[in-house]
């Protein structure tokens, strides 16, 4: 189950932000985990892979939604469990370095930028 959540966050990973008509095409079949779960709860999943009846189902409460752990999106989960696994990001020196850094790109492409500073 843990190489499949991985495999299946790397796809994830790989999509594009945005499918335009023209990459209808796109090869679905090498991002065959992301179609099959993507409509699937943690449930849903955990049921495929813990089949012994003796196995306890995780639960909690529900949140502000009041949907509980268990009927959450697997795909979701899988993003929340692969930050606590694999830990968080952050830019090196602070925010700012990361806004600097992407300003500098734009004017290094010719490009403008406004901001409320100006």
């Not at 999943?45 to 995780?58: G, H, I, N, Q």
């Not at 752990?69 to 700012?96: C, K, V």
């Amino acid at each position: 189950m843990f190489d499949m959540r991985q495999t299946l966050f790397a796809q994830l990973a790989a999509l594009p932000q945005k499918v335009e008509h023209a990459d209808s095409q796109m090869p679905w079949r090498l991002r065959r985990l992301v179609f099959r779960y993507r409509m699937s709860t943690l449930n849903d999943v955990l049921s495929e892979y813990l089949t012994d009846p003796r196995c306890p189902r995780p639960s909690g409460p529900s949140g502000p939604s009041g949907v509980t752990a268990i009927a959450m999106s697997f795909l979701l989960f899988n993003q929340m469990l692969e930050t606590l696994h694999a830990g968080s990001y952050y830019a090196l020196g602070s925010f700012q370095t990361l806004a600097d850094a992407l300003v500098s790109a734009v004017g290094h492409m010719a490009g403008t930028y406004c901001s409320q500073a100006e």
